[in-house]
């Protein structure tokens, strides 16, 4: 990768911005219509976000029926994910890009952590959300600890040192002190995730279809299932595939001030994918929607807290 030199005027004052450049305001790259753009969409996205993942998060934690379903755990565990990565991706990148917050590099690599934290997070829970018919109660519990504890692990290698001041290697373009090396590790990490999803997926789908002769109505409830979670991989895919193409670009390719705008704003497709995932839910699982509505009557609720569930192949509909 060539190396990239620009000079940004600050307060009368040339800073020089190249290959290794650790100055923040290299990075700060809006004017003043995109940064306000920035601010409508983040404060618009993570309000619904916090709002709809709260109301998640409220109806598993007051059902008694839900709580005991591994695949509830790791919905749950999507929706803090979610919650999480967007408060502190809003106040974060809002904060840098709009009232130009200049933090020291521990301080920004911690926020950075926090946001990569979740959003790996998110990704992990819906690896497991995929794979919940395979996964027992004690084994949900042991899958959900290591996925958060793996993902909080990556999230504070920066963090403990493998940044670019410390290692005085190669920058990235777009996220200040971070290493490419890192950067790559973490493109490839989410990537096998990605492709283990897509893979389990496929398996419903065949094992739906295979099993369509001999038990018509259960293919049809695999089938229904599938489709929810396609429909999960194609949003998550859309949201994340344009982020995700760019961070290679970043690795591999000369970085521009055009294709830094334009990554900033394709920032927000993450936090639009935190904000579509309870919504999803909520439409498509007939569990839980039928748990929402009935949270609006606390008696109600609690009643129906002792009410047996369906089957866990039957909380998805078309």
């Known amino acids: 990768k060539g190396v990239c030199s620009e000079s940004v005027k600050k307060n009368d004052e040339n800073i020089q911005c190249g290959e290794n450049f650790m100055d923040m305001e290299c990075f700060m790259i809006l004017n003043p219509s995109q940064q306000l753009a920035i601010a409508v969409l983040s404060l618009t996205l993570g309000t619904f976000t916090v709002l709809e993942n709260l109301l998640v998060l409220c109806v598993i934690l007051h059902s008694r029926s839900l709580r005991c379903r591994p695949s509830y755990h790791f919905i749950g565990s999507l929706a803090v994910a979610d919650l ?11 904060d840098f890009h709009v009232f130009h917050r200049k933090d020291s590099p521990n301080v920004f690599l911690f926020k950075l952590g926090g946001v990569t934290a979740s959003f790996t997070a998110s990704v992990g829970s819906l690896f497991l959300t995929a794979i919940d018919r395979i996964v027992t109660r004690p084994k949900a519990v042991v899958a959900f600890c290591l996925m958060w504890t793996i993902a909080i692990v990556i ?27 890192y950067l790559m590790f973490w493109i490839g990490v989410t990537s096998v995730l990605l ?56 690795v591999f390719g000369k970085m521009n001030k055009l294709i830094k705008t334009v990554f900033a704003f394709c920032s927000m497709l993450c936090l639009l994918n935190s904000t579509v995932n309870p919504i999803i839910y909520a439409l498509r699982s007939k569990d839980l929607r039928h748990k929402t509505y009935c949270l609006r009557d606390w008696k109600v609720l609690q009643s129906l807290n002792e009410i047996g569930e369906k089957p866990l192949a039957t909380q998805f509909e078309a």
């Open 84 to 94: 999480l990565g967007s408060v502190i991706f809003v106040y974060s990148f809002v």
């Open 155 to 181: 999230a504070v290698l920066p963090l403990l040192g493998w940044n670019c001041k410390k290692l005085q290697s190669v920058c990235s373009d777009i996220f200040p002190l971070i290493d490419e090396t």
């Open 195 to 250: 492709l283990f999803i897509v893979y389990a997926y496929m398996y419903i789908l065949w094992k739906a279809h295979s099993h369509a002769v001999r038990m018509i109505q259960r293919a049809r409830m695999d089938i229904r299932l599938a489709k929810t979670l396609v429909l999960i991989l194609v949003v998550l895919i859309i949201c994340w595939g344009p982020l995700l193409a760019i961070m290679v670009y970043d």
